[in-house]
């Protein structure tokens, strides 16, 4: 059993940066892809992609739309993952979730493929 513990988000300015943190237990966290997705508002059947990171934290992949705004990285010291989020712009405005996978999914972008989820941070992008 794998238990993912989020925190940080809350309100932003358009322009501004924030980020996101989740720590692991529970399982070697070190040989875990681990992902970002987020729940847009009224979109809460849709978990989308923001980015994932390889196990030893060389592989990494974004969505198209956030590539140079959003950074993925990991401290396998600390069996956390982090997501840097700058530039942040309104449609940024969603529910986070970091999850885990198995190595055979590894560099995945589809939520299906990871096995434990965050319980979800809220970020608001507003003037």
């Known amino acids: 059993q794998v238990q993912l513990v989020q925190s940080g988000g809350g309100l932003v300015l358009p322009g501004g940066s924030l980020r996101l943190s989740c720590i692991a237990s529970?399982?070697?966290?070190?040989?875990?892809?681990m992902g970002w997705f987020r729940e847009a508002p009224g979109k809460e059947r849709e978990r989308e992609f923001v980015?994932?990171?390889?196990?030893?934290?060389?592989?990494?992949y974004y969505a198209d739309s956030l590539k140079g705004r959003f950074t993925i990285s990991r401290d396998n010291a600390k069996n956390t993952v982090y997501l840097q989020m700058n530039s942040l712009k309104p449609e940024d405005t969603a529910v986070y979730y970091c999850?885990?996978?198995?190595?055979?999914?590894?560099?995945?972008?589809?939520?299906?493929?990871?096995?434990?989820w965050g319980q979800g941070t809220r970020v608001t992008v507003s003037s």
């Open positions: 980015a994932t990171i390889s196990g030893n934290g060389i592989i990494t």
């Open positions: 999850a885990a996978g198995s190595p055979q999914y590894a560099n995945s972008r589809r939520s299906y493929d990871y096995d434990y």
């Open positions: 529970g399982r070697a966290f070190s040989t875990s892809p």
